[in-house]
């Protein structure tokens, strides 16, 4: 059934995509000789009518960006853009949707560079399907479908007729089957198993602990296609430890999950103890439920329920029969006095090794010992950093449900947990196995069968870190070598070799109730509509960001994590405020401008060493004070907290310029700084940041203590008598009138030195020191000090 199945709908991919760009079949003649059309199948009137759900229309000139079918609440819509019909490039010009007018319809030159690539793909003439799915995505991303769903790529039409074909199973001829399920898995405990590390090498465990996640939701997905013979296109979405797929009828779907999901689950107890767990679940549903406009939303939200229910149960499987609970809660380890220096879980000396080349200076422990998993992390790290990369995934039926050994690492465990070995290379991989080209759309050219996206910017050690830690004290043993990822200490120094505070920047963020919008916001949610923003979502933030970080400084930012609508990214902490404003920016730019669609984060500064999973914590804090931000017209969210403040993203431009005025007035803007020391400016002293901080106090504590008066006096006065708080924005105080006198005096004493001195505090006074903006005066003043004040360890 599969290899006939498999060249049907690659001629059905290509005759579609033949008549949504008026391309000529005949340019694959000689090229693709074997390639003819299989057994008559009814497309149109079976698959492409269950897909329109009985609203089929005539095709888009051009493709609906995804986001603008999203309802704000409340908010006005913002105007629909689209994209131009081009072939898939991590460019902002490519990927981020235009004015209609300014849209490319698709046309016969689309087609012609879809049939070069075509006749280059392996194993002609019957090319494969996961090879062909991945070619397709790259030149039917934009391209409208056929059956005129707003919103909908020919691309994922494709992928939907696809993933029918093979869930139907071997009647696929005769159209889809009436009945499917959903699979359903999520990953509960992340964080537990993420950021709870010591700082030791905290910086390359983390981003290997992180992306191991993300590989063992990718190596479940894999397990479940073949066990359940589907393909990649059953794969709704997969992102961020969470994916959906659809699957044959319930009673076939619901044996192979409670299967998978004991396999994987009682080696990760083994492995890491129970911090973290799959959860898995399956759910009927039938072909119009996935493609009825609100009824598949009722069906995703109900199966939603379903997982979270899940959730709260985990390793619950593993509980059942005569040695359950034995197996999940008996004593683990001997009572060693050793512990892995990074997980802190009992090692002995023949499940660990000596911790080596951290790049930090150790405390504690006179030969700290690393268990071999998470060793294994931290090479994982290593291997993933490179910008030419590959990813090669075998079988390893041998391995599968075998249990785990005391010097397994990341790969084994994940074979024993899936049956499939994963490796990453940075040299053209040969042999057998599925090859994808990390962040390389031209994947046929190397090598590869498809590509995946991975936001994985590293910073390496240079031979100037390896003089500066020598002279930090660190042993020969200890030290990094050049390449290596840079520790924590190595980015903190970072921004203090550019005259800034020593400190490691942490920014989190992520997209404001995503969640919500994909529920409520898409009242005509379909399962490819779905898959759409899911996949848009993954572009910007596996693909586009990796660019962006790359562009900002990939010497010294690290991306920990990226993917599904979130980002953790460590680095020199004084890049991170104007890397946060532009992923923001371009965040926006890339939903069309979507007023319901916002990205909130948060950055703090940490020493060097202080402990990962409290710095993951207080960026998380600091995030979370964002996503509470309201405004004066209720409007909530979309800000950033920074250095302990909360700025609406629509005053960061004001914030940003007030900054770049302060550091003039003190001498230390770029242009100034950039000349030799006898010809550098003589401005206003750093007591202008004092000064500023003093205002800032006043008002704050000003406003709080009338806020406390308002409050006694209301809990005196009857309910319909009670007073305001007041308005941040509008109070008055002491501050007001100290502000004009000490700035006011700052000026006029450096005048004669520096005649703009009086004109440029004036500007300033009217632009921040104002009731509405007095707020962000705190914020200039500790930024403008942090950036030019050096601090010795």
């Known amino acids: 059934m599969q290899d006939e199945a498999k060249q049907a709908l690659i001629f059905y991919g290509l005759d579609r995509l033949k008549e949504m760009t008026r391309g000529d079949m005949a340019l694959l003649a000689g090229k693709v000789p074997s390639l003819a059309p299989p057994p008559d199948v009814a497309w149109a009137t079976s698959y492409e009518a269950i897909l329109a759900g009985g609203q089929q229309r005539e095709p888009e000139d051009v493709l609906t960006c995804i986001f603008a079918l999203v309802e704000p609440r409340g908010d006005p819509s913002a105007p629909a853009h689209f994209y131009s019909a081009q072939s898939l490039a991590l460019d902002k010009d490519i990927l981020f949707p235009q004015p209609k007018e300014k849209a490319t319809p698709a046309g016969p030159t689309l087609w012609k560079e879809f049939v070069n690539e075509f006749s280059q793909l392996p194993h002609l003439p019957q090319p494969d399907l996961e090879t062909f799915y991945h070619l397709y995505h790259k030149y039917a991303w934009a391209v409208p479908c056929s059956y005129g769903e707003p919103g909908v790529s020919l691309f994922e039409q494709w992928k939907a007729v696809a993933a029918l074909v093979f869930a139907t199973g071997q009647d696929w001829r005769n159209g889809p089957a009436a009945n499917f399920a959903l699979i359903g898995g999520d990953i509960p405990g992340i964080q537990d198993f993420v950021y709870t590390i010591t700082s030791k090498g905290a910086a390359k465990g983390l981003r290997g602990r992180s992306f191991f996640l993300q590989l063992l939701g990718d190596a479940v997905v894999r397990r479940l296609l073949a066990d359940l013979g589907l393909c990649s296109c059953n794969v709704i979405y997969n992102a961020g430890g969470n994916f959906l797929l659809l699957g044959p009828e319930e009673g076939k779907a619901a044996a192979a999950v409670d299967r998978v999901r004991r396999q994987v689950n009682a080696r990760l107890v083994e492995a890491i103890q129970g911090d973290t767990a799959l959860v898995l679940e399956s759910m009927p549903v039938s072909a119009n439920d996935l493609f009825t406009p609100g009824q598949f939303k009722k069906k995703r939200d ?61 405390e504690g422990a006179e030969s700290p010992r690393i268990c071999y998993l998470c060793d294994s992390f931290r090479e994982l790290a290593e291997n993933i950093r490179y910008e030419d990369l590959w990813m090669v995934v075998r079988d390893a039926p041998g391995m599968l449900d075998i249990p785990v050994r005391p010097k397994d690492g990341w790969a084994n465990l994940l074979a024993r947990m899936t049956g499939f070995h994963y490796q990453f290379t940075n040299e053209q991989p040969t042999g057998e196995g599925d090859v994808l080209a990390l962040n390389r759309l031209d994947f046929l050219q190397t090598g ?265 006096e209301n809990r005196q006065r009857p309910a319909d008598k009670k007073l305001p708080l007041p308005n941040p924005r509008l109070f008055f105080g002491r501050w007001a009138w100290m502000h004009v006198y000490s700035l006011t005096r700052l000026a006029r004493q450096h005048e004669k030195r520096v005649p703009e001195a009086p004109a440029r505090i004036k500007e300033l006074q009217n632009k921040i020191m104002q009731p509405a903006t007095v707020r962000y005066s705190g914020l200039l003043a500790r930024w403008a000090e942090y950036l030019t004040r050096k601090e010795e360890w």
């Open 302 to 362: 109900k199966f939603a329920r379903q997982v979270a229910q899940a959730k709260a149960h985990p390793l619950r499987e593993l509980a059942v029969g005569k040695n359950g609970w034995e197996t999940l809660f008996k004593p683990k380890g001997k009572g060693s006095r050793l512990s892995c220096a990074v997980c802190r879980i009992e090692v002995d000396e023949h499940n660990s090794k000596p911790l080596e080349r951290t790049g930090e200076v150790l």
């Open 448 to 712: 590869a069968h498809g590509f995946r996206l991975l936001a994985n910017v590293t910073p390496t050690v240079t031979d100037a870190d390896i003089a500066y830690l020598q002279a930090e004290g660190l042993k020969p043993e200890e030290l990094p070598e050049p390449g290596d990822i840079r520790s924590f200490t190595l980015l903190a120094h970072a921004a203090a070799t550019a005259g800034a505070i020593e400190r490691v920047g942490v920014l989190r963020m992520d997209a404001d109730g995503l969640g919500v919008v994909f529920s409520e916001g898409m009242p005509d949610l379909t399962m490819p509509r779905l898959s759409a923003l899911s996949g848009a979502m993954d572009l910007f933030f596996s693909g586009y960001l990796n660019v962006l970080v790359r562009n900002q400084s990939e010497k010294d930012l690290y991306i920990i994590y990226a993917g599904g609508d979130d980002l953790f990214i460590v680095g020199a902490w004084h890049h991170l405020p104007d890397l946060a404003a532009t992923i923001r920016n371009d965040f926006k730019e890339f939903t069309g401008n979507h007023p319901a669609l916002s990205l909130s984060g948060g950055i703090t500064l940490e020493d060097r060493k202080f402990p990962l999973y409290r710095a993951a914590e207080r960026a998380g804090e600091a995030e979370g004070l964002a996503k509470g931000y309201t405004r004066p017209d209720s409007r909530r969210k979309d800000a950033l907290c920074f250095l302990g403040t909360v700025v609406g993203w629509e005053d960061w431009a004001l914030v940003r310029q007030q900054k770049e005025e302060i550091l003039w007035l003190i001498g230390e803007d770029k242009e100034n700084k950039a000349k030799k020391e006898d010809e550098r400016a003589k401005r206003l002293p750093r007591a202008l940041l004092q000064v500023m901080q003093n205002i800032h106090q006043l008002y704050a504590s000003g406003l709080q203590a009338v806020r406390r008066r308002v409050r006694r």
